[in-house]
């Protein structure tokens, strides 16, 4: 069975600080997805990334960053320079490449906070 | 529209009635899901179709939910003898094959 795990229930920094979004999974599958998505206060969710199971290399797009580490089973999310816009639920998801790769497993999220 | 539409946004209902949502997925994508979110929790996945077929309804709780997507295009989950349980966010989503998700903003259904 797939799980995926968000401690963090809820963070609140202050604008410009950085903060990390910690996920850790799991799954018997050898080939996966991960992924992470925004929920704002619309409700809607919104991708951020998704990554394969193969490539544990490291990404950065503009202020966010992603570290896939494959031996800790650790998918965790850094924001930079955190913005009022940033305000949301992030979740993190798990889901099986030999099933298509979209039938998703969500961590519980973490509401994330930026305070002026 | 561009995205992924449902309606109605909030449906208030009593239990034991009947009840339907709408998904109108992005023009062109094949694969539809439907998703359900309770409060303080992460979505969780019902059905999923390709093209009118559903292709994996592992997530339906039980056989009160029934989902039809009878043209390919427009999805409808249907609810019967509702119970104040299935108050939740239903959420759909479509995609292009394999490719990116793209959610709609959901529509609350909220059974008294």
């Known amino acids: 069975a797939q799980k995926v795990t968000q401690a963090q229930t809820e963070i609140s920094v202050v604008e410009k600080e950085d903060v990390t979004l910690d996920c850790v999974y799991e799954?018997?599958?050898?080939?996966?997805?991960l992924f992470w998505y925004k929920q704002p206060p619309s409700g809607e969710l919104v991708f951020l990334i998704r990554?394969?199971?193969?490539?544990?290399q490291n990404e950065i797009s503009g202020r966010y960053s992603w570290n896939f580490q494959k031996s800790t089973s650790s998918f965790n999310f850094t924001i930079t320079a955190s913005q009022v816009v940033d305000s949301a639920v992030y979740f993190c998801a798990l889901s099986e490449a030999r099933r298509g790769g979209n039938k998703l497993t969500f961590g519980t999220g973490t509401q994330q906070k930026v305070e002026l | 529209g561009a995205g992924v539409s449902q309606t109605p946004s909030n449906k208030v209902t009593e239990k034991g009635k009947y009840v339907e949502l709408r998904c109108d997925p992005i023009?062109?994508?094949?694969?539809l899901y439907w998703y359900r979110q309770s409060l303080g929790q992460g979505p969780e996945f019902l059905i999923y179709?390709?093209?009118?077929?559903?292709?994996?309804d592992s997530g339906l709780p039980n056989d009160r939910f029934f989902a039809v997507r009878p043209e390919g295009s427009v999805s409808t989950l249907k609810i019967q003898r509702t119970e104040r349980g299935d108050s939740a966010v239903y959420l759909c989503a479509s995609s292009f094959g394999n490719g990116e998700l793209f959610f709609g903003e959901g529509s609350r259904l909220t059974v008294l």
């Open positions: 179709f390709q093209g009118t077929g559903a292709a994996d």
């Open positions: 990554r394969n199971s193969f490539d544990e």
């Open positions: 799954t018997r599958d050898t080939t996966y997805y």
């Open positions: 023009s062109g994508h094949t694969a």
